[in-house]
């Protein structure tokens, strides 16, 4: 078979075929991360700390934002402006509380086992304080300050969800440090 009868056998397959939506509900992560991995055998035991109880509601006027003790504004001036690259993405949108928690905490495990630093969680976005989406919204705000890794987190950039997501900033792992401090001292010689 030649290459043009190929293409042909292929269009004359595919012709009526027409394309998914792009899917909404998945996580994407730079490889080797393209598929939840379970590294550790017993991780599924582990019991997830995030509180789910009562909530402060955030009202949808004011944005997202924390900066842990000891960060520099400089540091959340920059991620508020979207200025860091994204690792990893998680999209909450319309999906149940408990659902979320676990998710963010999967997903808050998983990157920093894999040294990501920046991160994108898409909650969505409603039009009343008592929306489903705030409400998600609201949760995460509380969720996020309860990881030791969060240095910094606030509302995103309209081309990354506006309103609707919130970037996130991890501390470097020890590792990655490490890394550095080699990097460095190798420039220094």
């Known amino acids: 078979m030649t290459d ?3 293409e042909e056998l292929f269009r004359t397959a595919m012709g009526d075929v027409t394309p998914l939506k792009e899917a909404t509900n998945i996580h994407w992560l730079k490889s080797p991360l393209a598929r939840p991995q379970r590294q550790h055998p017993d991780e599924e035991q582990l019991d997830n700390p ?3 109880g ?10 997202l934002e924390y900066k842990a003790e000891g960060i520099q504004q400089g540091v959340l001036d920059k991620l508020r402006l979207g200025k860091y690259q994204q690792d990893a993405s998680l999209n909450l949108l319309r999906q149940p509380v408990e659902v979320c928690r676990q998710s963010l ?14 991160l994108l969680i898409v909650h969505g976005k409603g039009r009343e304080d008592e929306s489903h989406a705030n409400i998600v919204r609201s949760y995460l705000a509380r969720w996020l300050q309860q990881f030791e890794a969060v240095q910094a987190f606030c509302t995103a950039q309209p081309h990354h969800g506006g309103s609707g997501a919130c970037y996130v900033a991890l501390r470097k792992s020890e590792q990655a440090r490490l890394e550095n401090r080699e990097r460095h001292a190798k420039r220094s010689r």
Do not use: G, K
Not at 54 to 63: A, W
Not at 105 to 118: C, D, E, I
């Open 105 to 118: 905490y999967t997903f808050m495990l998983q990157a920093q086992r894999h040294n990501m630093r920046n």
């Open 54 to 63: 009562f909530l402060t509601i955030v009202p949808l006027t004011t944005p």
């Open 4 to 6: 043009f009868e190929d």
């Open 50 to 52: 995030l509180v789910s």
